[in-house]
């Protein structure tokens, strides 16, 4: 490609995504010898939701009572569709990886006996340090080029397309195995650092066939001041809820599951962090939470004393657990060469029908990252022959086809608004109910072949194009996914179905664009059948946890309470 019509590279493996399961990714490919390019929709280091905040992780010792007492909780939890060995090498990897992490320089906190506590990681500092490990290991690195499509043969996937934001130019990596790990699709909803998230690589992924699991697991918000963007809610059990007269309405401690959606479905709420009544306790939190308080600090309101709207913000598949479907313990897809990590990934094997977020999700991007970039390494070196030798072809479809030179340019601004009028409402994707569902998934299906147009010429109006397809995709899958599932389990609801239905112990499986199909995962998946067989000794040890914490006086799932100190 000259460099007026674009620019070509070719590579074994292609990562597309730079949050930190692309970084993982990218270094454990290299680090098998591969030759790897790295392409972000953003900068590599500083986009996506982790690099502006900090995250918890599962950092737990290796104490085989503790963790399996941890893993089996969380195994229940999970409406019995996680997988405990899945967990627990998540716990072993976590603890192997942040070793490595620390001796490439990230200054774990150390407690009063010098040992680091490796169960948080700040932001910044984090990925940061993945951009310079990524760099020293050789990846080619490309920022602000988002990916538009995988490029395939009857063999595979072998590589992608996308479009530089810096120039404009188009570019093409060629490369015998693919790594997507563009993250989840929180729909533009505007928390932070989810700008980018908009399912791109679900969208790609399935334009060759891909089978994604566990979409109906997506029912998840995250409070926010109505006039800001950070999603860490955790600070708001020291809160005091009001209606807009003033009335109080919840008062301290965790606020019952669904008092949010509720309280904001009838009218204004607000909040202020009353109960951190002391000059010690408001600068614990402060310095505990830096990244809760920018946006009131900017707007010059005292939380502590001074009341502020909330809301709550959609986060999609993002906190949810759906993803691309995983067929081995190397993170592989339903299609050859293509491996999946982080977000984009299902996490239903260590969360189940319960929401990752935070320390769960965090892990699971390093393991995850870590597996398929070595093994997408192996694939690709394995193969005998460059990619460049195979006759590739673009499988980009929706906003991208030659043959819609001729069709009424995509209205982008529409479409997203459209989807964005059946997920973010409460009454629709908070309170599920079946009728309800049918209708939205009905317009939902009326509105994808608008996403059939010609694409914009701008550079944003190409992406935006693409990130607007991706959003109708996942909005109808999700829903597809949620009528199937005639049962409450987890994260999922249905109203006619209040109950968890031990015949449905199975994970979901939906592909398709055009039309879309539904199907229980095979039942020859033993371990989602632990829960129906005799538990052995080591389930039916009761669970250990953690002393009650000091400041919300609960006693916590081991797993998240450790990760959290």
Same mark, same amino acid.
């Given at each position: 490609?000259?460099?007026?019509?674009?620019?070509?590279?070719?590579?074994?493996?292609?990562?597309?995504?730079?949050?930190? $399961?692309?970084?993982?990714?990218?270094?454990?490919?290299?680090?098998?010898?591969a030759? &790897?390019?790295?392409?972000?929709?953003?900068?590599?280091?500083?986009?996506?939701?982790?690099?502006?905040?900090?995250?918890?992780?599962?950092?737990?010792p290796?104490?085989?009572?503790?963790?399996?007492?941890?893993?089996?909780?969380?195994y229940?939890?999970?409406?019995?569709?996680?997988?405990?060995?899945?967990?627990?090498?998540?716990?072993?990897?976590?603890?192997?990886?942040? *070793?490595?992490?620390?001796?490439?320089?990230?200054?774990?906190?150390?407690?009063?006996?010098?040992t680091?506590?490796?169960?948080?990681?700040?932001? /910044? @500092?984090?990925?940061?340090?993945?951009?310079?490990?990524?760099?020293?290991?050789?990846?080619r690195?490309?920022?602000?080029?988002?990916?538009? *499509?995988?490029?395939?043969?009857?063999?595979?996937?072998?590589?992608?397309?996308?479009?530089?934001r810096?120039?404009?130019?188009?570019?093409? &990596?060629?490369?015998?195995?693919v790594?997507?790990?563009?993250?989840?699709?929180?729909?533009?909803?505007?928390?932070?650092?989810?700008?980018?998230?908009?399912?791109d690589?679900?969208?790609?992924?399935?334009?060759?066939?891909?089978? +994604?699991?566990g979409?109906?697991?997506?029912?998840?918000?995250?409070?926010?001041?109505?006039?800001?963007?950070?999603?860490?809610?955790?600070?708001?059990?020291w809160?005091?809820?009001?209606? !807009?007269?003033?009335?109080?309405?919840?008062?301290?401690?965790?606020?019952?599951?669904?008092?949010?959606?509720?309280?904001?479905?009838?009218? /204004?709420?607000?909040?202020?962090?009353?109960?951190?009544?002391?000059?010690?306790?408001q600068?614990?939190?402060?310095?505990?939470?830096?990244?809760?308080?920018?946006p009131?600090?900017? $707007?010059?309101i005292?939380p502590?004393?001074?009341?502020?709207?909330l =809301?709550?913000?959609? !986060?999609? =598949? &993002?906190?949810?657990?759906?993803?691309?479907?995983?067929?081995?313990?190397?993170?592989?897809?339903?299609?050859?060469?293509?491996?999946?990590?982080?977000?984009?990934?299902t996490?239903?094997?260590?969360?189940?029908?319960?929401?990752?977020?935070?320390?769960?999700?965090?892990?699971?991007?390093?393991?995850?990252?870590?597996?398929?970039?070595?093994?997408?390494?192996?694939?690709?070196?394995a193969?005998?022959?460059?990619?460049?030798s195979?006759?590739?072809r673009?499988?980009?479809?929706?906003?991208? *086809?030659?043959?819609?030179?001729?069709?009424?340019?995509?209205?982008?601004?529409?479409?997203? @608004?459209? &989807?964005?009028?059946?997920?973010?409402?409460?009454?629709?994707?908070?309170?599920?109910?079946?009728?309800?569902?049918?209708?939205? +998934?009905?317009?939902?299906?009326?509105?994808?072949?608008?996403?059939h147009?010609?694409?914009?010429?701008?550079?944003?109006?190409?992406?935006?194009a693409?990130?607007?397809?991706?959003?109708?995709?996942?909005?109808?899958?999700?829903?597809?996914?949620?009528l199937?599932?005639?049962?409450?389990?987890?994260?999922?609801?249905?109203?006619?179905?209040?109950?968890?239905?031990?015949?449905?112990?199975?994970?979901?499986?939906?592909?398709?664009?055009?039309?879309? $199909?539904?199907?229980?995962?095979?039942?020859?998946?033993?371990?989602?059948?632990?829960?129906?067989?005799?538990?052995? !000794?080591? !389930?039916?040890?009761?669970?250990?946890?953690?002393p /009650?914490?000091?400041f919300?006086?609960?006693a916590?799932?081991?797993?998240?309470?450790?990760?959290?100190?």
């Amino acid at each position: 490609m000259s460099k007026t019509d674009g620019w070509s590279l070719e590579a074994d493996v292609l990562v597309i995504g730079g949050g930190p $399961a692309g970084a993982w990714a990218a270094w454990s490919a290299a680090s098998q010898g591969a030759k &790897v390019v790295l392409a972000d929709k953003g900068y590599l280091g500083s986009s996506g939701a982790t690099a502006p905040g900090g995250t918890n992780l599962l950092y737990l010792p290796p104490d085989q009572e503790l963790r399996e007492a941890a893993v089996q909780q969380r195994y229940r939890e999970s409406g019995y569709l996680a997988e405990p060995d899945w967990i627990h090498r998540v716990l072993d990897q976590v603890y192997s990886s942040l *070793e490595l992490v620390e001796a490439w320089g990230y200054p774990f906190v150390r407690d009063e006996e010098g040992t680091p506590m490796r169960d948080h990681l700040q932001g /910044p @500092e984090y990925m940061k340090l993945m951009r310079r490990a990524v760099a020293k290991a050789g990846v080619r690195i490309l920022d602000q080029s988002p990916a538009l *499509e995988l490029l395939a043969d009857e063999h595979g996937v072998g590589g992608a397309r996308g479009i530089s934001r810096l120039d404009g130019s188009s570019w093409e &990596v060629k490369a015998n195995s693919v790594v997507m790990a563009t993250g989840g699709c929180a729909f533009l909803s505007k928390g932070l650092g989810c700008n980018v998230l908009t399912g791109d690589g679900l969208l790609m992924a399935s334009e060759l066939g891909a089978d +994604l699991s566990g979409m109906e697991f997506s029912r998840q918000y995250a409070p926010s001041a109505a006039f800001g963007t950070v999603t860490r809610g955790r600070l708001l059990g020291w809160a005091t809820y009001t209606a !807009e007269d003033g009335t109080v309405l919840y008062s301290g401690g965790p606020r019952p599951h669904d008092f949010l959606p509720r309280m904001l479905s009838q009218g /204004p709420v607000y909040a202020v962090l009353d109960k951190a009544d002391t000059p010690e306790k408001q600068a614990i939190l402060r310095s505990s939470h830096a990244i809760f308080f920018l946006p009131y600090d900017r $707007a010059g309101i005292d939380p502590f004393t001074q009341r502020f709207p909330l =809301t709550l913000r959609f !986060e999609g =598949t &993002v906190r949810g657990t759906g993803g691309l479907r995983l067929v081995d313990d190397d993170c592989a897809t339903t299609v050859a060469g293509l491996y999946a990590a982080g977000d984009a990934a299902t996490r239903e094997r260590v969360t189940g029908a319960k929401s990752g977020g935070g320390a769960f999700n965090a892990s699971w991007a390093i393991c995850s990252g870590t597996w398929s970039g070595g093994a997408a390494a192996r694939f690709a070196l394995a193969q005998g022959r460059s990619a460049s030798s195979r006759h590739l072809r673009p499988a980009g479809r929706s906003g991208l *086809e030659a043959g819609a030179q001729r069709a009424a340019e995509i209205d982008n601004r529409a479409v997203v @608004e459209a &989807v964005q009028r059946e997920v973010f409402p409460y009454e629709i994707n908070y309170f599920r109910s079946e009728p309800v569902l049918q209708q939205s +998934l009905k317009r939902l299906h009326e509105l994808w072949p608008e996403v059939h147009g010609r694409a914009p010429a701008s550079v944003q109006g190409k992406v935006r194009a693409r990130e607007a397809a991706a959003m109708v995709a996942t909005a109808r899958w999700m829903y597809t996914a949620a009528l199937a599932r005639k049962e409450t389990r987890g994260m999922h609801t249905l109203a006619q179905y209040p109950d968890q239905d031990p015949a449905q112990q199975y994970r979901l499986l939906v592909s398709g664009l055009d039309r879309i $199909a539904v199907r229980p995962e095979s039942a020859s998946s033993a371990p989602l059948a632990a829960a129906q067989r005799p538990q052995t !000794e080591a !389930e039916a040890r009761p669970v250990k946890t953690v002393p /009650p914490d000091s400041f919300s006086g609960r006693a916590a799932d081991p797993l998240k309470e450790v990760a959290r100190r």
